[in-house]
């Protein structure tokens, strides 16, 4: 589903990514984890081509992200994407904020683009917000509508920027569970998150970064038990 080959990234003169070789299969839940300014961003933005990359080869499903052929708009609509920062329009109501990409990209009409938009709101439990203004919501249910908003596309990937990162405590609880759920229906889902309990228990496979390279890649139950690089372990011990 997606491929990195030797993938590069550099801003300018930095080299952000350094050959980076990873495969994701469809339906896999891949969990990104490493230290701050290690690439992690970098490289989920590089598969919907927030970034551009600059060397080797990137394949999202059978389109090359890096053609400058591929329709770049078309990649867009199968990958979902999810902030820190949720993102949400704040001049418009919840619903809205759902409906606008399905009417403007996939050319629905307005009652069709709100029932879809509703039944995502119901599945992340906040249907009664539909009429709300983002402001009028919780950290916990505005990233909850920027999870409906993008499911609301019927995207193939969902990528995952810190969710929880900018939440009270409290709230996280009930973003990761409708990650969960997701991640249980088979949405494939690349996710950059401190959350370890997270990775342990929904993660397919942990990809630990590390200044602009992959150093490892297990399954949790390898990875949190026998971390094989020391940078690895030094990381897990400063967060768990
Ligand atoms: P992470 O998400 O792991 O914290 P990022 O992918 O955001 O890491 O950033 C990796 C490195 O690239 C950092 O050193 C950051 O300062 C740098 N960087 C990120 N975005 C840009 C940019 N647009 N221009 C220049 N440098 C950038
Ligand atoms: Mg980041």
Known sequence: MISFQQVDKHYGEFHVLKGINLEISQGEVVVVIGPSGSGKSTLLRCINRLEAITGGNLDVGNVKVNDKKTDINKLRRD???VFQHFNLYPHKKVIDNITLAPMKVLGL??????????YYLKKVGIEEKANQYPSQLSGGQQQRVAIARGLAMKPKIMLFDEPTSALDPEMVGEVLDVMKTLAHEGMTMVVVTHEMGFAKEVADRVVFMDKGQILEVASPAEFFTNPKEARARQFLNRVL
Request: glycine share 8%; net charge neutral.
């Open 79 to 81: 990958i979902g994407m």
């Open 109 to 118: 009409s307005k009652s069709e683009a709100e029932t879809i938009a509703k």
